[in-house]
């Protein structure tokens, strides 16, 4: 039995991977701009069996802007069986395949008035609002990773850089991580804002958690798809985040192009 990554290697070829992206929901437009192979997930042993609507489970590899990228079209949320450390095999395959860095995405709830759906947010801090941990059950001293620069200061400086180029606004926050799937209600997001979240969603932080632990360097992006539970009249439903994902995609799309166009050009 070839392992995943004879399996991944034997498709895409054995150069080296720059950078891994995941995307979130209704974003998975940008994995089909990669030239290069599509390999379902249901192909890939120990990947997940990604059951969401909105999102495409093919991990793609080849070249975007070129730059050699893996772009995970879809991931595997806590929610979706009690598992916050289902994304562990796809990151190692990621390290595996030589790359050091990792961009997350995801659509969120803004918990400030100034962050609006269609709007974008670049996370510079997350709360575990969850108390789950994908690093549980991990056995040797490397699961106590240090958090303290998690999303990383070179990273997130290039992303707003790229952001500034494109002309497409960049604020930062912190996310908050809820498991889901049901939404907030009023009053959690109430205490989500005293305890300085910024955004809120149901994914993310363990992947920047085990990339820490991997030691690929992370940054991740907010799609503003809703305001946060009680804090305007929109209806809040998964329905709604697929129909407005795609307006901070078109967004994000400029943002991650110039990113990559400007690491093309460092060696
Ligand atoms: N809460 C949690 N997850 C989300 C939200 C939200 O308001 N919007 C999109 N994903």
Request: net charge negative.
């Given at each position: 039995m070839p392992n995943l990554l004879e399996t991944v290697q034997s498709r895409a070829g054995t150069a080296p991977i720059r950078l891994g992206l995941i995307l979130g929901s209704g974003?998975?437009?940008?994995?089909?701009?990669?030239d290069g192979v599509a390999i379902p997930y249901?192909?890939?042993?120990?990947f997940p069996h990604v059951g969401v609507s909105?999102?495409?489970?093919n991990l793609h590899i080849g070249m975007l802007e070129g730059v050699r990228v893996a772009v995970f079209g879809a991931r595997e949320h806590y929610?979706?069986?009690?598992?916050?450390?289902?994304m562990r095999p796809a990151l190692e395959l990621l390290k595996a395949l030589g790359a050091d860095q990792l961009i997350a995405t995801n659509a969120a709830g803004s918990?400030?008035?100034?962050?609006?759906?269609?709007d974008l947010m670049l996370l510079n801090d997350h709360i575990n609002?969850?108390?789950?941990?994908?690093?549980?059950?991990?056995?040797?001293?490397?699961?106590?990773?240090?958090?303290?620069?998690a999303h990383d200061p070179d990273l997130r400086a290039a992303l707003r850089a790229a952001a500034q180029a494109a002309d497409v606004a960049l604020p930062e926050g912190v996310y908050a991580w809820y498991s889901g799937p049901s939404f907030e209600t009023p009053a959690e997001i109430r205490a989500i804002k005293i305890l300085g979240g910024d955004a809120v969603g149901m994914s993310t932080v363990p992947e920047v958690i085990l990339a820490r632990f991997l030691g690929l360097r992370v940054s991740a992006i907010s799609t503003i798809t809703n305001m946060a539970a009680?804090?305007?009249?929109e209806n809040i439903s998964h329905e709604h985040t697929k129909a407005m994902a795609p307006l901070g995609a078109a967004k994000l799309e400029k943002i991650l192009r110039r990113f990559l166009r400007g690491l093309a050009v460092t060696a």
């Open positions: 974003l998975g437009h940008l994995a089909h701009a990669v249901s192909d890939l042993p120990g909105g999102h495409n489970p929610y979706e069986n009690g598992n916050p450390s289902a918990l400030r008035p100034d962050i609006k759906p269609g609002f969850s108390g789950l941990n994908p690093l549980i059950g991990e056995k040797t001293d490397a699961r106590f990773v240090p958090m303290t620069t009680g804090m305007s009249n």
